[in-house]
Nanobody, 121 residues
Framework: QVQLVESGGGLVQAGGSLRLSCAAS????????MGWFRQAAGKEREFVAA????????SYADSVKGRFTISRDNAKNTMYLQMNSLKPEDTAVYYC??????????????WGQGTQVTVSS
C-alpha cells in the first residue's frame, strides 16, 4: 500500500504562486503515474494534472493549462504542482493521487488527505 501526504497549500493573492508537494511512502511501486485533483466547497472533485512514472508524459485540465506545471522527483518520492497566475476560482482543497499505471493514470488507487489553497481577489 501507499501513503500520500500533500503540503504547500496556503493563502495567496490573485496573480501569485504556490508550489504543492506530495510525498509518497510505503510500497511506492503501487503509485507510478500520479495526479492532482481539487475540490472546491460545495462542488465535485475535478482533475487538475497528471504525470507518468518518469515524468515524460503529462496532461492538464484546460482550466489550468499554461499556468500550472506538474513534475516529480523519484529520488525523493515526491510530486509537485507549481501553480502560477493563481485565480480566485483555483480556491479548493488539492489532493494528490497515485496510480499503478506507468504513463496514463486511468485509475487511481491511493489518495492523500488534501491541502487547502485559497486565492483572494
Amino acid at each position: 500500500q501507499v501513503q500520500l501526504v500533500e503540503s504547500g497549500g496556503g493563502l495567496v493573492q490573485a496573480g501569485g504562486s504556490l508550489r504543492l508537494s506530495c510525498a509518497a511512502s510505503g510500497r511506492t511501486s503501487g503509485s507510478r503515474a500520479m495526479g492532482w485533483f481539487r475540490q472546491a466547497a460545495g462542488k465535485e472533485r475535478e482533475f487538475v494534472a497528471a504525470i507518468g512514472w518518469t515524468g515524460g508524459t503529462t496532461s492538464y485540465a484546460d482550466s489550468v493549462k499554461g499556468r500550472f506545471t506538474i513534475s516529480r522527483d523519484n529520488a525523493k518520492n515526491t510530486m509537485y504542482l507549481q501553480m502560477n497566475s493563481l485565480k480566485p476560482e483555483d480556491t479548493a482543497v488539492y489532493y494528490c493521487a497515485g496510480s499503478p499505471y506507468i504513463n496514463i493514470p486511468v485509475r487511481y488507487d491511493f489518495w492523500g488527505q488534501g491541502t487547502q489553497v485559497t486565492v483572494s481577489s
